[in-house]
């Protein structure tokens, strides 16, 4: 009887391991996969990136190609991300012969409207944005060999980041971590809604992560589907232009304009890509970008630290390095940080303290109290990082009650360097937490891999008074090491406020103008009332002695540029101050204004300038039905590669199978209905076993009679 049972167990778990996943060939490029004996069809992407660069003002167009390679109609998600300071302003879908330019909605009405065209069997995408930097296109009816194909366009100020401006066009958003209990509704049917009381799960809420090549779908992905070219038209002559995270080919037309594409024409999406370069020329200390129209007057400025001879910090400093040991950090990312905190702790001075923090699920401390920068506490604390491992979760929030918990070391200035890739959900709780114990101390942030959340390191750095940067761990770390080890001085520029003069401004942002370190740069958002000439001077503190640099912008009364995108660039600057606004205590917000307020103020931001937000929508629906059968269509997600450089680890404890909706990651909810069979799927395969197995064990006794 003990091999029957042993024979009906082994048979159920085969039948189960054969029903959960099973890879059909590949047709002609169709992707496809078994789950719990049903066939599931994945739709096929191509991007086309193109970014058109005047000085450092970018706009982009994200061209996305849908298509359905079976015999069945299919809905599809695709989860993908764009800058974090992109103000996404138009959107146009073209399916057949129809190009239908989107309209801006209310989250809410915007849902309701694609929800509708799906139904009646009509091509329609619908762009959701989740955080500033993480977005999903939804495409109802997508019909075999008719392509369906969004084109997005958004701008953005290019940030001069160690005299270098830098371009950053994410390709794929990395798994993240979320807490239990974050991003809850507070009932199961409760969706985000603009008209809505303010409810802290509205941007804590994730998408559900989708498939992912190579764990829970076939690694069958097309490793071409991406191209990317930039032009560059500067103004100025363009100097040291390269990238180090993708191999390019660049065309020179003249010095100050360049047209970058990849050297590989396609590339997979697993890593983001980044270029850099220099303006040439006569440095000026601020740039001004202006237009008028009917909605105003509305300016950017640039402002730039005085050039002065960079001085070594004489105070004493409380640094303390706060690791981040999750499981996404496991492989090169902790092999990165590891080699950071090599040349950090020997770059640090000789009336320095420091502590160690290391976190995932808890935060952990190298010694109970700082202690001196001395030779032997250096060495004990490289032991210490040497020995660590990644595993686990990223509960932040864990490390910053940590770094905060006692004072700071006496007669010092406390830094707080985090070396993590930001893999979470609950950024809002992290930044309002922030803003709570900052004080007089500094935050470093340090994002560490091929595509890390930019939105909270920089918000991080922002809410800290100091700087984000980043470490591809896929480059040559210890030099990237070394270089960005050496940086934790303090900045040139601080105490900055502006005298606008006879010049009548409002709406300005940032709201608090941050420190400015050696070649930084920051560029400040308004609205303006007077056009023509005026003078405005701009105060602060040069290595603490007082310092007035007057600068004369010539504003516009009108502008023939209908197109210039400074206008949505301070709408979206604006929703960005008002989000931070809400990611703080109130009691420690610029103004007395509750959360519905900035909700219904970004909303408004969003319908006004045709802007994607929280709670505002891109949909477009065609005119002519593509389906006439929209009831029986099914829903598939666009598969995702891995990360460059992370292993399965960051996907969760079990990677390979679907994660149950209770999991605190955003992960792939399932195929169609989960890898697992149903209950009353393993009853029959049981009762199938069984049978086989008694059978089996019939036909043995008869054998043992016989002889």
């Not at 002609?28 to 991007?47: H, R, W």
């Not at 998408?207 to 992905?221: F, M, Q, R, W």
């Not at 490390?399 to 007669?411: H, T």
């Not at 992290?430 to 803003?435: D, E, H, T, Y």
Request: charged share 20%.
């Amino acid at each position: 009887m003990t091999k029957l049972i042993k024979y009906a167990i082994g048979l159920v778990l085969l039948l189960i391991t054969c029903s959960a996943l099973a890879v059909t060939p590949d047709r002609g490029g169709t992707i496809e996969a078994v789950a719990d004996g049903k066939k599931i069809n994945f739709p096929l992407l191509k991007t086309e990136m193109l970014a058109k660069v005047k000085g450092d003002l970018v706009t982009v167009t994200v061209k996305q190609t849908f298509t359905n390679p079976h015999d069945q109609p299919l809905h599809a998600t695709y989860l993908f991300p764009l800058n974090q300071d992109a103000a996404v302003h138009r959107m146009l879908m073209e399916v057949g012969d129809e190009r239908v330019e989107a309209k801006i909605q209310r989250i809410e009405e915007a849902k309701a409207t694609f929800e509708q065209a799906k139904q009646q069997g009509k091509a329609a995408s619908l762009l959701t944005q989740h955080r500033p930097n993480m977005f999903t296109q939804n495409i109802a009816n997508l019909m075999p060999k008719l392509p369906v194909q969004v084109t997005l366009t958004y701008s953005q100020i290019l940030p001069k980041i160690d005299g270098q401006y830098e371009l950053v066009l994410p390709l794929v958003v990395g798994p993240r971590y979320q807490p239990a209990g974050a991003g809850v509704p507070p009932t199961p049917t409760a969706e985000v809604n603009s008209t809505t009381k303010f409810g802290q799960w509205e941007i804590e809420n994730l998408p559900a992560y989708p498939e992912v090549a190579g764990l829970n779908s076939p690694d069958i992905i097309d490793k071409e589907r991406v191209s990317i070219t930039v032009d560059i038209e500067g103004g100025l002559p363009i100097a040291e232009l390269g990238s180090k995270t993708h191999a390019i080919s660049e065309e020179k037309l003249s010095e100050n304009q360049r047209i970058i594409h990849l050297a590989e024409g396609k590339i997979i999406d697993n890593k983001d890509f980044v270029l850099r370069y220099r303006l040439g020329g006569s440095s000026t200390q601020a740039g001004l970008l202006a237009h008028q129209d009917e909605r105003g007057g509305f300016f950017s400025v640039q402002l730039e630290p005085p050039a002065v001879p960079s001085i070594r910090d004489v105070v004493a400093r409380e640094m303390v390095f706060v690791l981040d040991t999750s499981g996404s950090m496991d492989g090169e990312p902790i092999a990165a940080s590891k080699q950071f905190m090599q040349h950090a702790l020997h770059n640090l001075h000789p009336n320095d303290y420091f502590r160690i923090i290391r976190f995932s699920n808890n935060a952990e401390e190298f010694t109970a109290e700082p202690v001196p920068a001395t030779a032997e506490n250096i060495q004990q604390g490289l032991r210490y990082v040497e020995g660590l491992t990644a595993d686990g979760g990223t509960e932040i929030p864990n490390a910053i009650q940590q770094a905060f918990a006692k004072p700071a070391q006496q007669d010092t200035l406390r830094l707080v360097v985090f070396l993590t890739d930001g893999y979470i959900g609950n950024e809002s709780e992290v930044l309002s937490q922030i803003a709570e114990k900052i004080g007089t101390a500094r935050i470093y942030a340090f994002g560490v891999g091929t595509s890390v959340n930019r939105f909270l390191l920089e918000e991080m750095a922002n809410r800290g008074r100091g700087f984000a940067r980043f470490i591809d761990p896929t480059e040559k770390a210890d030099d990237v090491a070394i270089q960005l080890a050496g940086k934790l001085e303090s900045p040139v520029l601080t105490d900055i406020t502006v005298d606008w003069g006879d010049l009548q401004v409002s709406d300005i942002s940032p709201g608090n103008i941050p420190d400015l370190f050696a070649d930084g740069a920051v560029r400040i958002q308004g609205k303006y009332r007077q056009s023509g000439q005026h003078t405005i001077k701009v105060a602060g503190l040069v290595n603490g002695r007082k310092a007035v640099l007057p600068i004369t912008v010539n504003l516009p009364t009108s502008s023939d540029d209908q197109d210039n995108p400074i206008p949505v660039i301070w709408a979206r600057s604006q929703i960005a101050e008002a989000m931070r606004q809400i990611n703080m205590p109130a009691h420690l917000r610029t103004e007395t204004i509750a959360d519905s307020v900035l909700k219904d103020k970004v909303t408004n931001l969003g319908l006004n300038f045709s802007l994607t937000s929280q709670w505002t929508s891109f949909v477009a629906v065609s005119q002519k039905i593509v389906n006439e059968h929209p009831g029986q269509t099914e829903h598939s997600n666009i598969p995702l590669p891995m990360v460059k450089g992370v292993t399965a680890k960051a996907y969760g404890d079990n990677p390979q199978q679907p994660v149950a909706s209770t999991q605190p990651l955003m992960m792939a909810q399932n195929f169609s209905g989960g890898a697992t069979p149903e209950p009353s799927t393993l009853a029959g395969l049981f009762i199938i076993a069984a049978i086989g197995a008694w059978a089996c064990y019939r036909r043995q006794g008869m054998d043992h009679v016989a002889q």
